[in-house]
């Protein structure tokens, strides 16, 4: 892996991992373009902040955009991009889903991403509001161990493009904050226990350095005993 001036990490081993992906699934899906996967990444951050920072449907408050704006990210590192493989859930049960205001939203798992990082195989549910009638993209949330101290106490969400292949670019420098981090007026649903990540990923979005506004001190609630989201129950029929 090389390392450019400025300490961020270049794509090195995506080909080999996309490749030893597809010779297990048994297809042969090419692998991502990477060429230009840095320069995207930053552009769409731009594009973000100058959006929270001058659109009238911005999430943020304009007395809290001094102190949120430019959103605060880990540095990009390509360890962190990954092939993932989607194992469609075949019951697709429909869980409650505590959200940031108290309340319960129905959502429904279509399945399962499978992949590895830095060698050690791990996996997170991909749901959608239920009851489930078309996806576009997969909505991944998930906690990890830099939610107590870097990122927003209660998660980071990921939304993947839906693709016909069920193989997927996974790439955790575009995690981002749900918008109840900057603005308590919103709605935002918590990780089931099963998103709950070990180790920590240390890139995407971060707190902003000093802010202690609403979002930094937010707790979701506890786990439960088992690995799954509350009150699981079999998907109603369409």
Request: with cysteine; hydrophobic share 35%; net charge negative.
């Amino acid at each position: 892996m090389a390392v450019n001036a400025m300490g961020i990490r270049r794509p090195g081993h995506w080909a080999l991992a996309w490749v030893a992906l597809v010779s297990l699934a048994g297809c042969s899906a090419p692998a991502p373009d990477e060429s230009t996967w840095l320069d995207n990444l930053l552009a769409d951050r731009q594009v973000k902040d100058e959006f929270f920072r001058e659109d009238p449907d911005s999430p943020i408050l304009v007395e809290r955009r001094g102190a949120l704006l430019p959103l605060s990210y880990y540095d990009p590192d390509a360890t962190f991009r990954v092939p993932a493989a989607l194992e469609v859930s075949p019951e697709q049960p429909v869980f409650d889903i505590p959200t940031s205001t108290g309340e319960i939203r129905l959502m429904q798992r279509v399945g399962v991403l499978k992949f590895a990082l830095n060698g050690e195989p791990m996996q997170l549910s991909a749901l959608a509001e239920a009851p489930v009638r078309s996806i576009e993209s997969l909505f991944i949330m998930f906690k990890d161990p830099t939610n107590d101290t870097d990122t927003y106490a209660g998660g980071r969400y990921l939304d993947l493009p839906r693709t016909t292949t069920g193989h997927y670019d996974l790439d955790f420098n575009r995690a981002y904050h749900p918008y109840c981090y900057y603005n308590e007026g919103y709605d935002c649903p918590y990780p089931p226990r099963e998103n709950w990540l070990t180790a920590p990923v240390l890139v995407g979005e971060r707190l902003a350095p000093g802010y202690t506004g609403f979002g930094a001190g937010v707790v979701p609630p506890p786990a439960t005993d088992d690995a799954s989201p509350v009150d699981a129950r079999t998907a109603p029929s369409n």
